[in-house]
C-alpha cells in the first residue's frame, strides 16, 4: 500500500488575535454593548478567537457610516478611480492568498485544498472582474445613466465565507454602492482580515463595513430603514422572511437560497468522468454547497455500473484533516449542522432507503460525517426534497429523458442541475426543459466571475457573476 | 475468477473473429470527455508526498524504471555500461534498489543479457519494426523471434497506428496477436523458459482522441497484451497523466471484466522525480494497490533514474544533491 | 316605426380562452354595465388556464409569439372606434397600439440582448439565456384603462409568461373588449386570463397561490394592500415587481425592466473537448 504521509500547511502564515471589533468607518471599534461571541475551529472544537457581537447601535453605526461615504466619497467618484480601489484589493488578496486560504480553512473546516485552488482564486478574480466594470457600467446593457442604488445590506453564509464575501462586495462597489457585510457567525474571520485588506489598499473609510453576529445582527441589518439593497445568500427560510420584510420598502432584494439539484447521468455519459463530476457533485466543501448535485438521476439501464464506480471512487476519498494537503473532505462547519446531516440522514434510512458509506476513520474530536450515499430513494423520502447541506447523495433512477426531466423539477427549488450524455442534441433539449439557474453538463461545480449564478423558483431570485450581477446593485 | 467474469471472458474473446463484432464493441466503450480527463488527472498532480511517503515512492519507482536506450548510437559498450547502471543505480548505496528492466533495440539484447543474467532485473526489447512499425508482419515477427532468442524476456511492440486510424481494427489485432504468438516462440516453451512478456505501444500522440487512446487500449488487451504502454518516446507527444488516466481505468474496467490483470507504462518524457510520483499517486488512486508492483506498472524512461537517485539522496542526508554525484549513461 | 333596440353586451370573465361568467354568480354595476365580479374561486381557475398555457406558449418560437403579438395589435387598431365609444381617448388608443407592436418585435432580441456567451476562464462553452418564469399575476392600473393595461400585459407575455390580470376595478370595460381582441387573434387560450372585480378579493388568493411563480403590483393603489401582498408573495419567493408610483408616465419609453424582473436566466456550461 501506499500511504501518503501527513502533508500538513503552516498555520503559521496566520496571525490569529485573541479578539476582533466589528470593521465601521475604516476601523476596528468595540461593539456598543460589549458582547462577544466565540469561533471555533470545526475540526478540532478549538476556539480560534473571540468576536464581537453586532447589536442594533452598531448596525444603525456601520449603515450611517455607509451612507456618508456613499453621500461624499464613493458615489461622486469617478469609476476609473473606484475601479483601481477594486484592483488594488484583487491584487492585495492575490498576494495574501495562502494566509487567507489557510484562515479560511481553519474557520471554515474546509480542506486547504479546496480553499487554495478553489475559494482563492475564485475570489481575486471576482474582484479583478468586477473592477474593471466600475467605470463601464453605462455599457453594461441597463440603460445609458445607471446610478447606484446607495447602501447595500449584505448577509452571508459560512460555505463560502471569503468567496460569498467576493460575489457580494465586489459589483457593489463597482456599481457605485457602500456596504454593509455581516458573515456568518461560525465564519467571521476571513471577512475581518478582508477588512484588514481594505485598510491596506487604503480604501476609503465607510466604504465597506463588517458587523459580526448572528441571525440577529442580521435581521437587524435588513431590516434597517437606512439601506437601499438588501442581497442575501443562505437558506430558502431566511431568504422567505427577508422578502417579508422588505415589502412595501424601496429596497431592491437579491435572494440565493437553497437547492436540491438533480444530476442526471444517461446510459452514454462519458462514465468515469460522470464518476469524478456526481463526486464534485456532492463531496466538494463536505456538501456544504447550494447548487450541490444532491439528488443523483441514474438511468436504470447503468445503474448498478454506475453506482459500483462511484463506490469504489469513494472509496479513495480522504476524510479529515482540513490543513493536511491531501485531504479531501474536511469537516462539517458546525454541530448544529452535523445535527441536521444526521437527523435527514436517520430519516433516510427510517424511510426505508439503502445507506452506504466507504470504510473511513473519523476524527474523534471536531465535527464530522463520512460520505454517504443512499439508495433505493423515491422522490417522496425527505432526503430526496429536502436540502441536507452535507456529505449526503441520495440515488434515483430514471428510464427516460423525458421522465429524468420530470423528477429534476419536482423540487421547489431551482437552483443547478447536471447532465451527463454524449450525445449533443439531448444535452440541448434537456437545458431548455430544466427548470435551473444553472445547468452543468458533462461538468458540475464550475464557477466563473463571468458567468451569472441564481435560481429559479424558491432558489432566490437575482444573479450574481457577470454583466447580470451588476444589476442588483443599480438604479435601471 | 467469478463465473460471469470467465464466460465474459469467452465472449471477449470471440471478438476478435469478426471485424464488425470489435468495431462494434470498441465504439460502444463509455466516451471520454476531454477536459473532466485533464482535470482528474491535474487534480491528482496536487498530491502532496512527503518524507516516509515519498521514500517509498521512489524506491517503488526506481524500481519501476525501464532503464531506457533507444538510438541508432547505441553500441555494446553503451548499452553494457547502462545495464550495470540498472543493477545498481546508486552504486555508494547499497540499499537503493536496482530496476525493472533495461530496454534497448533487439541487435543490443545479447550485449545487454551477458550483463542481466540471474540478476532480477528484465530485459525488454522494442521490436516490430520500433518505432513506426511500417514494416511486413513476416519482418515484424521476425524482429520479434530474434530478441526472444537473444534473450529478450519482455517484447515492447508498437501497434499499427494507420491501420487503427482507418478503423481496420482487426488487422491490428491479428498483428498483436500474431506478436504474441512470436514472443512464446523462441524455443517453444521447450525448455521451461515462460514466453516473453508483451508490452503493446499504443503510441498514443498519434491517437489524437483520448476515445481513441481507450479503444486502442482494449484492443491490445483483447488481442492478448500483458502490458500497455503508451509511446515510443519517438514522436512529439509521450506519456501524459491523462492519457495514462485513461489506460489505467482501461485496464482497471478490462480485470473487472475479464478477470486478467493487465500492466500499464507511461514511457517518454517523464523526467523528474515529482512527475514519477504524480503517476504513481494515480495509479494508486484510479486502480489501486494491485498495480503499485513493477510487475504490473513501468516508467519507459532514462534521465528520470538520475533524478530519483537525486532525490533519494535528499532525503537520506537532508542535503541536495547535484548531477556530478550520479552516473551519466 | 319604433327606434331598433340594441343588442347589448354583456361583459364576463376571460379565463382560458372563453368567456366564463363568475362563478359566483356576481356581477357589479361599472361604466353603465353590469361587469362580471370575480372570486378568489375564479382566480384559481384562472391560475390553472395559465400553468396549463405556459408550456405551449413559452416553448412556441420567439417569431411565432413576436407574429402572434403583432396580430394583436393588427386587431387592436381595428377597433380603436370601439375603445373610443367606451370612452378611452384616441390618443391613448393609439399609444397602446403603438406601445403592443414595441413589445411585440422584442420577442426575438431580448435573449439576445439579455443573455451572450460568457468568456469563463476554462475549456467551457458557457452561455446565458433568459427564459420566462411562468405564471404571473398583474394588477393592471386603474389607469389609463387601455395603455396602462396594455403596458403590463405585453412585457410579461412577449418573453413566454401567461398572465392572470386583475383590471382596474373602475374602468374595467377596455379590459374586456382588450379580451375580445385576444380571443380573435392567435393568442392561445390561457395565455392571458383577466380577472373583472375587486383587487382586494382576487389579488391576495393569486400572491398567495403557490403556483403563481411573480407578481406584478403596479395597479396597487393601497400601500397597505400592496405590504401585504408582497408579504404574500414572499411564501414561495415570487418575483416582484412593485407598485407604480402614482404619478407614472405611462407614456415614457418603458426600457427593459419589466420585461427582465419576469424572466429567469439559464446559464449552461459544457466543456470543450476532443
Known amino acids: ?476 | 475468477m467469478t463465473a460471469t467474469a470467465t464466460s465474459a471472458r469467452s465472449e471477449l474473446s470471440e471478438l476478435g473473429r469478426s471485424e464488425t463484432a470489435l468495431r462494434t464493441f470498441l465504439h460502444g466503450l463509455p466516451g471520454v470527455d476531454q477536459v473532466g480527463a485533464e482535470q482528474r488527472a491535474a487534480q491528482l498532480g496536487t498530491r502532496s508526498i512527503k518524507t516516509t511517503a515519498k521514500a517509498q515512492a521512489i524506491d517503488l519507482a526506481i524500481r519501476m524504471v525501464d532503464l531506457t536506450t533507444l538510438e541508432g548510437a547505441d553500441t555494446p559498450g553503451k548499452v553494457r555500461a547502462l545495464a550495470a547502471k540498472a543493477l545498481r543505480p546508486d552504486p555508494a548505496d547499497p540499499s537503493c534498489p536496482h530496476v525493472g528492466a533495461v530496454c534497448v533495440y533487439p541487435a543490443m539484447v545479447p550485449h545487454v543479457a551477458e550483463v542481466l543474467r540471474g540478476s532480477g532485473v528484465h530485459l525488454a526489447s522494442v521490436a516490430t519494426a520500433f518505432p513506426s512499425g511500417q514494416a511486413p508482419l513476416e519482418v515484424k515477427l521476425a524482429d520479434t523471434r530474434a530478441a526472444v532468442a537473444a534473450g529478450a524476456d519482455e517484447i515492447d511492440m508498437v501497434i499499427n497506428r494507420g491501420a487503427f486510424l482507418a478503423g481496420r481494427y482487426s488487422e491490428v489485432y491479428d498483428e498483436i496477436v500474431a506478436v504474441k504468438e512470436a514472443c512464446g516462440s523462441a524455443d517453444g516453451g521447450r525448455q521451461g523458459r515462460p514466453a516473453a512478456h508483451l508490452k503493446v505501444i499504443l503510441e498514443t500522440g498519434e491517437l489524437a482522441t483520448y476515445d481513441n487512446v481507450r479503444r486502442a487500449s482494449w484492443l491490445a488487451m483483447l488481442a492478448g497484451g500483458d502490458f500497455i504502454k503508451t509511446s515510443t518516446g519517438k514522436v512529439p507527444v509521450a506519456a501524459t497523466l491523462p492519457v495514462t488516466l485513461v489506460m489505467l481505468e482501461a485496464v482497471r474496467d478490462f480485470r473487472a471484466a475479464t478477470g486478467r490483470q493487465v500492466g500499464v507504462k507511461p514511457a517518454g518524457g517523464i523526467k523528474t522525480t515529482k512527475d514519477a510520483i504524480k503517476y504513481l499517486v494515480m495509479v494508486n488512486e484510479t486502480v489501486g494497490a494491485d498495480w503499485l508492483d513493477p510487475d504490473w506498472f513501468r516508467f519507459g524512461a532514462s534521465s528520470l533514474l538520475n533524478d530519483l537517485l537525486m532525490q533519494r539522496t535528499k532525503l537520506t542526508t537532508g542535503t541536495y544533491s547535484g548531477p556530478d554525484y550520479f552516473t551519466l549513461d | 316605426m319604433s327606434e331598433r333596440v340594441a343588442v347589448r353586451k354583456t361583459y364576463k370573465l376571460f379565463i382560458g380562452g372563453k368567456f366564463p361568467r363568475s362563478e359566483s354568480g356576481r356581477s357589479y354595476l361599472v361604466q353603465d354595465a353590469n361587469v362580471s365580479l370575480a372570486s378568489r374561486k375564479d382566480a384559481r381557475d384562472a391560475v390553472v388556464a395559465a400553468r396549463a398555457a405556459v408550456k405551449g406558449w413559452a416553448g412556441a418560437t420567439a417569431y411565432n409569439r413576436g407574429q402572434i403579438l403583432y396580430r394583436v395589435a393588427e386587431m387592436l387598431e381595428g377597433r380603436r372606434e370601439q375603445f373610443v365609444a367606451l370612452g378611452v381617448p384616441g390618443d391613448e388608443v393609439d399609444a397602446a397600439v403603438d406601445r403592443w407592436v414595441w413589445y411585440a418585435g422584442w420577442s426575438d432580441k431580448l435573449p439576445q440582448v439579455y443573455g451572450g456567451a460568457n468568456p469563463v476562464a476554462g475549456p467551457y462553452f458557457n452561455l446565458s439565456a433568459p427564459e420566462p418564469t411562468g405564471v404571473v399575476a398583474v394588477v393592471a392600473p386603474e389607469s389609463p384603462a387601455l395603455l396602462g393595461l396594455v403596458s403590463v400585459i405585453a412585457p410579461a407575455i412577449v418573453t413566454g409568461n401567461t398572465v392572470v390580470v386583475a383590471t382596474s376595478p373602475t374602468q374595467p370595460l377596455a379590459a374586456v373588449t382588450l379580451a375580445e381582441v385576444l380571443a380573435t387573434s392567435d393568442l392561445p387560450g390561457g395565455v392571458v386570463n383577466l380577472l373583472t372585480g375587486r383587487i382586494s378579493e382576487t389579488v391576495p388568493a393569486l400572491a398567495a397561490h403557490m403556483d403563481v411563480n411573480a407578481i406584478d403590483l403596479t395597479g396597487v393603489a393601497d400601500a397597505e394592500l400592496a405590504i401585504e401582498l408582497e408579504v404574500k408573495a414572499a411564501q414561495n419567493l415570487k418575483r416582484v415587481l412593485r407598485p407604480a408610483p402614482a404619478d407614472h408616465d405611462w407614456s415614457a419609453d418603458p426600457g427593459i425592466t419589466r420585461m427582465t424582473t419576469l424572466l429567469e436566466t439559464k446559464t449552461v456550461w459544457h466543456p470543450k473537448g476532443v
Open chain 1, 1 to 476: 500500500m501506499f500511504e501518503y504521509a501527513p502533508a500538513p500547511e503552516s498555520r503559521s502564515v496566520v496571525d490569529l488575535k485573541p479578539s476582533y471589533g466589528l470593521f465601521v468607518d475604516g476601523d476596528f471599534v468595540d461593539p456598543a454593548d460589549g458582547g462577544t461571541f466565540k469561533t471555533v475551529n470545526p475540526s478540532s472544537e478549538e476556539v480560534l478567537a473571540e468576536v464581537a457581537e453586532a447589536g442594533a447601535q452598531d448596525v444603525d453605526r456601520a449603515v450611517r457610516a455607509a451612507r456618508q461615504a456613499y453621500e461624499r466619497v464613493w458615489g461622486p467618484m469617478p469609476g476609473r478611480d473606484r475601479a483601481k480601489y477594486l484592483f488594488r484589493i484583487a491584487r492585495i488578496i492575490q498576494e495574501r492568498s495562502r494566509e487567507l486560504a489557510v484562515l479560511e480553512s481553519l474557520d471554515n473546516g474546509k480542506p486547504i485544498r479546496e480553499s487554495r485552488d478553489v475559494d482563492l482564486p475564485l475570489v481575486a478574480a471576482h474582484f479583478f472582474y468586477y473592477a474593471g466594470w466600475a467605470d463601464k457600467l453605462e455599457h453594461a446593457g441597463f440603460g445609458a445613466n445607471p446610478r447606484p442604488l446607495g447602501v447595500a445590506a449584505q448577509v452571508i453564509p459560512w460555505n463560502f465565507p471569503l468567496l460569498m464575501l467576493a460575489w457580494k462586495i465586489a459589483p457593489a462597489l463597482a456599481a457605485g454602492n457602500t456596504v454593509v457585510l455581516k458573515p456568518a457567525e461560525t465564519t467571521p474571520l476571513t471577512a475581518l482580515l478582508f477588512a484588514e485588506i481594505c485598510q491596506q489598499a487604503d480604501l476609503p473609510a465607510g466604504v465597506v463595513n463588517i458587523v459580526t453576529g448572528a441571525g440577529d445582527t442580521g435581521r437587524v441589518l435588513v431590516e434597517h430603514p437606512g439601506v437601499d439593497k438588501v442581497a442575501f445568500t443562505g437558506s430558502t427560510e431566511v431568504g422567505r422572511a427577508i422578502a417579508r420584510a422588505v415589502a412595501g420598502t424601496r429596497k431592491k432584494l437579491t435572494l440565493e437560497l437553497g437547492g436540491k439539484a438533480a444530476n442526471i447521468v444517461f446510459d452514454d455519459a462519458p462514465v468515469d468522468q460522470a464518476v469524478e463530476g456526481i463526486v464534485t457533485g456532492i463531496f466538494f466543501n463536505q456538501g456544504h454547497v447550494c447548487c450541490a448535485g444532491s439528488r443523483l438521476l441514474i438511468q436504470e439501464n447503468v445503474a448498478d455500473r454506475v453506482l459500483e464506480s462511484l463506490k469504489r471512487r469513494m472509496a479513495r476519498l480522504r476524510v479529515g484533516d482540513p490543513l493536511d494537503k491531501n485531504t479531501d473532505i474536511g469537516a462539517i462547519n458546525s454541530a448544529a449542522q452535523l445535527a441536521r446531516i444526521r437527523e435527514l440522514s436517520d430519516a433516510g434510512s427510517a424511510e426505508g432507503a439503502e445507506r452506504w458509506s466507504p470504510p473511513c476513520e473519523l476524527p474523534e474530536r471536531g465535527f464530522w460525517f463520512a460520505p454517504t450515499i443512499f439508495t433505493g430513494v423515491t422522490q417522496a423520502h425527505r432526503i430526496a426534497r429536502e436540502e441536507i447541506f452535507g456529505p449526503v447523495l441520495s440515488v434515483l433512477t430514471f428510464r427516460t429523458p423525458a421522465e429524468a426531466v420530470e423528477k429534476a423539477n419536482n423540487t421547489p427549488y431551482g437552483l443547478s442541475a447536471g447532465i451527463w450524455t454524449d450525445k449533443g442534441s439531448r444535452i440541448l433539449w434537456m437545458a431548455d426543459r430544466l427548470r435551473a439557474g444553472v445547468v452543468w453538463a458533462n461538468t458540475f461545480n464550475k464557477f466563473d466571475p463571468t458567468s451569472p449564478f441564481g435560481g429559479y423558483k424558491e432558489s432566490g431570485y437575482g444573479r450574481e457573476g457577470g454583466r447580470h450581477g451588476l444589476e442588483g446593485y443599480l438604479n435601471v
